[in-house]
């Protein structure tokens, strides 16, 4: 048994062994993607006389055009910093994630325990993020809208009534200028009566006032 156990690994050494290789795993999908994405963009394929990428990729290393280009999103989609920190996740998590921009992936994760989810609950758990991102667009737009419409229709109704305030105005001034003419008129006549009466000639002088 003494035998058995020196030969053994304990199992602690075993762990330390899976866990410093874990994040290899995004490491390795990522430095791959990398270098894809540098013969593609620099079109090195060319140096083994292939006429395109894809036909390079597919006769070269054996990859399909859709596996080829997961591992360049990957490549894109994240730096070296976090694909250290979730590269455990696997191609197929990490291609869901990437669909979030980096801020957007960080509070996702700090929200969710992605290393427990299986592949289609975090899908799953994306699409009803993205969801109720749109909602919540919609319903601030739907807000935005509504205040604008208040503002205008306030401000219709500000100046409807200052409009009328102004109206009104207008026609106290029209009516004092009315009774103010009308009250000259009335005097000059007073005026004209009493110096008919003054003078013993009534209806001379009022017809004359009255011309």
Known sequence: MNELENVLKLIGESEVVIKSNENFVGMGLWNIGSELKYIRDNKTYTDKSYKSFEEYVEKELDYSRSQTYNFISISESYNVQSIGQIGR?????????????????????????????????????IKDRDKA?????????????????????????????????????????????????????????????????????DEEEIGRAHV
């Open 89 to 125: 996740l696997g191609m197929v998590k990490l291609l869901a994630l990437s669909k979030l921009d980096e801020p957007q992936r960080e509070e996702f994760i700090a929200a969710n325990s992605v290393n427990e989810m299986t592949t289609k609950e975090l899908q799953q758990a």
């Open 133 to 201: 991102v749109n909602e919540k667009e919609i319903y601030s737009s739907a807000m935005k809208k509504a205040e604008d419409a208040k503002f205008i229709s306030d401000n219709l109704l500000r100046e409807s009534k200052e409009a009328a305030k102004a109206d009104i105005k207008k026609l106290k001034d029209s009516l004092k200028n009315e009774k103010e003419k009308s009250n000259i008129e009335i005097a000059k006549l007073q005026s004209f009566i009493g110096e008919a009466k003054d003078s013993g000639n």
